[in-house]
């Protein structure tokens, strides 16, 4: 048995289980009950309903990375296709996107390499939204981002800390630049593939298409984080902090499987910049974390069963 193999999957677990117990520190499991029994669920399924606006966007922005390779997958099975891979990232993170190609090569009859190659371009265009809505919040939150640092750090140190950062990032890049072997290499081929990837997608004949649902499934995760902070009454958050609490959450989810006890800390920690009160953003955190996580496995186990189904005469 390849021991690499079994600590990438053991390893999130036990990390996850760790940080559910730090978590529930925080909050007692009675009181976090008593939230989940008084929480308003017609806002919790609001929420899910966009995330699942985000899922079926997601599953025929596909096709449009699909068709120029030649193959019009039925949609039926690229949304069956896309909730199995959100149900095996759970267990084994970035497992997802390779049973997702597994699906199309078993039911389309697509190539694997190509289906997993599409993958990875998606992933590409979703981390450039990602970086966007970063940025974003940079712009729309300066004042309280710039305060919240002058307040904690010397304000002379902050200069400092960027003219090296800039300074720093520019020798880095020199090098990478030059880089002919190593590790450099790596990060120089990384880059090279991320700039190939994006301009590819100006490349496509369905590019406005693809950017109009790359555009609109972040809209809707971020549109499932905003609708799901009514379900908590008395809970306010200014926009800024929902765009920052929805950054948290979405670092969490990847660093752990499918976000699992880190979720809730990092959505309590980012909430605890605006003076919400570390309980109810605690509850808030695993509210939000269970809702997303119940959606998941319910329309991905349904995927399991329905894709041989489906495909009965395939």
Known sequence: MDIKKVLKIVLPLALGSFLVWYSLSDISLEKLGNYF????????????????????????????????????????????AVLVG???????????EISRATVMTNYEKIPFEKAFGTIVAERIADLIM??????????VQFDFIYE?????????????????LIVGFYIFTFFVKKATSGFLLKIKTFVSGLIEGVTSIFKMKNKWAFIFHTVFIWAMYVAMFWATIPAIEGLNVPFGGILIGFIAGGFSIAATNGGIGLYPIAVASALALFDIPAETATAFGWIMWTAQTAMIVIFGGLAFLLLPIYNKNT
């Open 37 to 80: 029994k008084e929480a308003n669920y017609s806002f919790i399924f609001l929420g899910l309903f966009f995330g699942i606006l985000s899922h079926l966007s997601r599953a025929y922005r596909w096709k449009f990375m699909l068709e120029p390779l030649g193959f019009k997958p039925k949609f039926t099975n690229s949304i069956l």
């Open 148 to 164: 919240l640092l002058t307040k904690n750090f010397n304000p002379l140190k902050i200069s400092i800390g960027f003219v090296v």
């Open 86 to 96: 959100y149900l095996v990232n759970l267990a084994i993170p970035r497992a997802g």
């Open 130 to 139: 990602m970086l966007s809505i970063i940025a974003i919040t940079l712009f």
